[in-house]
């Protein structure tokens, strides 16, 4: 019997500012794969940058990573105890989520010291939901995105607090 691997998200190292070339390549050999970008606003053009500097996630199974090391300007995939790291599931959706959602998204690097955490309905800790920004933890990364929330967005709900509809 064929015994077929599990599909995992896995973040891949790119050269630097290659980021889109990589993605089109990997569309041109059907390689699922997620690259997320953000808008910022120079002059009177809207650009595009990417949210993570020099990665691309890629959804494949472990025997297919050939396939992704033999595009051009993909240095490697980013390592984690001597073994390529595996982001969750969730932690793609909650980058998405953030990026769909909310404007002005940034990403901050650990150490984080947090009071009190609290997790969120896609499976991130929330490290802090304030009246006009929000930050949550993607523990497989190492760091944490950001993003500034309208102070009319964020209310109180019997204890809990909610920004766009989504409860926190």
């Known amino acids: 019997m064929f015994n077929e691997q599990p599909l995992a998200w896995y973040a891949v190292y790119t050269r630097a500012k290659c980021e889109k ?3 089109d390549l990997l569309t041109r050999k059907k ?11 120079r002059g009177r053009k809207i650009v595009e ?6 990665y691309v996630f890629v959804h494949i ?8 090391r033999e595009t051009e300007n993909v240095v490697n995939f980013v390592y984690w105890l001597e073994q390529p790291a595996i982001i969750p599931d969730h932690e793609i959706a909650l980058i998405r989520h953030f990026l769909r959602d909310y404007e002005e998204v940034s ?10 955490e609290s997790t969120s309905p896609s499976g991130g800790k929330i490290i802090q939901l304030g009246s006009s920004r929000v930050k949550v ?14 102070s009319r967005e ?15």
């Open 21 to 23: 070339k990589v993605a």
């Open 31 to 41: 390689v699922e794969h997620y690259y997320p970008v953000k808008q910022l606003v």
């Open 49 to 54: 940058t990417p949210l993570f500097a020099s």
């Open 61 to 68: 199974p472990e025997s297919r990573s050939w396939v992704v």
């Open 107 to 116: 990403v901050e690097h650990f150490p984080i010291q947090a009071g009190r």
């Open 137 to 150: 933890a993607l523990n497989s990364l190492g760091c944490m995105l950001t993003a500034s929330i309208p």
């Open 154 to 168: 964020v209310r109180v709900i019997a204890g809990n607090k909610t920004a766009n509809g989504h409860h926190y």
